[in-house]
């Protein structure tokens, strides 16, 4: 797995799959662990995110934001980037990270081709500008001494 997810010569999913697959048949992950494992929610959500990101790309719903992302980076790469990065820091600051992040992975994957360069310098960035987004909320919500008088208590 350690070498066939940076090689990117499968689809993540498949080589995630093979590799839990591997490790239950070869015994290194009981079982019991397995199912441990499966009746946390967490691991469902993630699945179901993936979903939508896939009914996403296959019904065409990001097409018309994804060509205006693309007609910025052959215009200048730096300016597509730089809107793509600046939406997702305002978008994340009003949503939960995680859906802004599913909904623009395939527009930056598109936005990797038409630059020509590895999906993975793109997806990094994405992530920590929605990290970034986040934290907008958390600044604006922080308490501030001076207006102390102004919070109910």
């Not at 080589?15 to 048949?25: R, S």
């Amino acid at each position: 797995m350690f070498v066939l997810f940076p090689r990117e010569s499968l689809p993540t999913e498949v080589v995630a799959i093979l590799g839990v697959a591997l490790l239950l048949v070869t015994g290194l992950l009981p079982y019991a662990a397995a199912l441990e494992v499966l009746s946390n929610p967490a691991p469902w959500t993630i699945a179901a995110m993936f979903l939508v990101m896939g009914a996403l790309v296959r019904t065409n719903s990001l097409v018309a934001f994804t060509k205006l992302a693309d007609r910025a980076a052959r215009y200048s790469p730096a300016l597509g980037l730089g809107l793509m990065i600046g939406f997702v820091v305002l978008a994340s600051a009003v949503v939960s990270n995680t859906p802004v992040i599913v909904v623009m992975i395939p527009v930056f994957v598109q936005l990797a081709k038409t630059l020509e360069m590895p999906a993975s310098k793109l997806l990094i960035p994405l992530y920590y500008a929605a990290i970034l987004g986040g934290t907008l909320t958390l600044i604006a919500s922080l308490r501030i001494p001076w207006l102390w008088p102004l919070y109910p208590s």
